[in-house]
């Protein structure tokens, strides 16, 4: 790819990001560069100097190199959720901002000469349509990554381990999370920290965003299609086996404390352990009514009144970023730029380490 082609994609990209036009980010610029020759820039036609690249990158709250990092990044379908929701804008601002971060991930990983080798052991399981059938693909999954029955101590990491991208983004509320895979082949599950702002509401989302990229449905409204997403979210992080060791078979009654100690255990909110029993057939359709009654009349459906603990991150690509720095693979402004990070913010934050 030609250094103008690179420069007129990346340049895109970052107006897209901003959530600018092309006149908006004339504007931006105070008219210090015209719209006909930001146009030219993004067209390929001509890069700007040096001087210039600095000027926009300040107003694109970006690195300058940015413009010029050539790792290719391709989302296949995106299906995002409520997506009636957003406008477009809104969603090339997230399409974009997921390809910046795994942009820079991506890289990484080639530096290191790392693969992206996914195994998906739901590929060929049957088309879904039943709630038995997402508690059987849960079983097979937790099975194939050696989880057993017990509690999930960090979704994301795991994910991460599998070679799942999980991305993190401060966007539109509107927008819950996506799931696609990049270049073909790498899996990429994306959340909103302003929706899932608690650990056990981030792990219920990355699996929900799971469910939708790894299984195949059959002929079900989009309904029907969230809540068997759901379910399987539910049985990932607690399978029938373990919430039957934890409420028993049969419940007519099951107190808020119980609730509690298994949301602080196993890391899942106490609303989705109630759908749990309920999918599980531990307790009926009338007492979850009741349930969610109760929780409403507690104003416990947002805020409920005991909190998950656990951590939901990865540290996989700073301990990538740091392995490629002290291997000297990349310079310090490298990782400053892979990390984007100025330079002199870098250096702050890190060079006591190196």
């Given at each position: 790819?030609?250094?103008?082609?690179?420069?007129?994609?990346?340049?895109?990209?970052?107006?897209?990001?901003?959530?600018?036009?092309?006149?908006?980010?004339?504007?931006?610029?105070?008219?210090?560069?015209?719209?006909?020759?930001?146009?030219?820039?993004?067209?390929?036609?001509?890069?700007?100097?040096?001087?210039?690249?600095?000027?926009?990158?300040?107003?694109?709250?970006?690195?300058?190199?940015?413009?010029?990092?050539?790792?290719?990044?391709?989302?296949?379908?995106?299906?995002?959720?409520?997506?009636?929701?957003?406008?477009?804008?809104?969603?090339?601002?997230?399409?974009?901002?997921?390809?910046?971060?795994?942009?820079?991930?991506?890289?990484?990983?080639?530096?290191?000469?790392?693969?992206?080798?996914?195994?998906?052991?739901?590929?060929?399981?049957?088309?879904?349509?039943?709630?038995?059938?997402?508690?059987?693909?849960?079983?097979?999954?937790?099975?194939?990554?050696?989880?057993?029955?017990g509690a999930i101590f960090n979704v994301v990491e795991i994910l991460e381990d599998k070679n799942i991208k999980v991305v993190k983004l401060d966007v539109d509320e509107d927008f819950d999370g996506l799931q696609t895979f990049v270049n073909g082949n790498i899996p990429v599950v994306a959340y909103n920290i302003r929706k899932a702002n608690k650990p056990d509401r981030i792990r219920f989302t990355l699996l929900h965003e799971l469910a939708h990229l790894l299984l195949k449905f059959g002929n079900i409204?989009?309904?029907?299609?969230?809540?068997?997403?759901?379910?399987?979210?539910?049985?990932?992080?607690?399978?029938?086996?373990?919430?039957?060791?934890?409420?028993?078979?049969?419940?007519?009654?099951?107190?808020?404390?119980?609730?509690?100690?298994?949301?602080?255990?196993?890391?899942?909110?106490?609303?989705?352990?109630?759908?749990?029993?309920?999918?599980?057939?531990?307790?009926?359709?009338?007492?979850?009514?009741?349930?969610?009654?109760?929780?409403?009349?507690?104003?416990?459906?947002?805020?409920?009144?005991?909190?998950?603990?656990?951590?939901?991150?990865?540290?996989?690509?700073?301990?990538?970023?740091?392995?490629?720095?002290?291997?000297?693979?990349?310079?310090?402004?490298?990782?400053?730029?892979?990390?984007?990070?100025?330079?002199?913010?870098?250096?702050?934050?890190?060079?006591?380490?190196?």
């Open positions: 790819m030609e250094m103008k082609e690179i420069f007129s994609e990346r340049f895109k990209s970052a107006r897209l990001m901003r959530g600018f036009s092309l006149q908006d980010l004339a504007d931006a610029l105070d008219n210090q560069i015209t719209r006909q020759a930001i146009h030219r820039y993004e067209k390929g036609e001509v890069i700007p100097d040096n001087e210039k690249i600095i000027l926009i990158s300040k107003v694109l709250n970006v690195n300058p190199d940015f413009f010029f990092r050539s790792t290719k990044v391709e989302l296949g379908e995106v299906e995002f959720r409520k997506l009636s929701k957003m406008p477009q804008k809104e969603a090339s601002v997230i399409k974009e901002i997921t390809k910046e971060k795994l942009s820079r991930y991506l890289e990484l990983e080639e530096i290191l000469g790392l693969s992206n080798g996914f195994v998906n052991y739901l590929n060929d399981f049957e088309i879904i349509t039943t709630y038995e059938q997402v508690n059987r693909a849960a079983n097979l999954l937790r099975d194939k990554w050696n989880l057993g029955n409204s989009e309904r029907q299609k969230e809540t068997l997403c759901h379910q399987f979210a539910g049985a990932v992080l607690l399978p029938e086996e373990t919430i039957k060791l934890e409420l028993g078979e049969h419940r007519n009654k099951i107190s808020s404390l119980e609730l509690a100690n298994i949301k602080k255990q196993y890391g899942i909110s106490m609303q989705a352990i109630i759908m749990r029993a309920k999918d599980c057939g531990i307790i009926n359709e009338n007492y979850t009514k009741q349930l969610f009654f109760f929780f409403k009349q507690m104003n416990w459906r947002v805020d409920e009144p005991y909190d998950y603990e656990g951590v939901e991150q990865s540290n996989r690509f700073e301990q990538l970023l740091f392995r490629a720095l002290i291997e000297d693979q990349i310079s310090m402004s490298k990782a400053a730029s892979l990390n984007n990070q100025t330079l002199a913010e870098f250096r702050k934050e890190h060079q006591m380490a190196f």
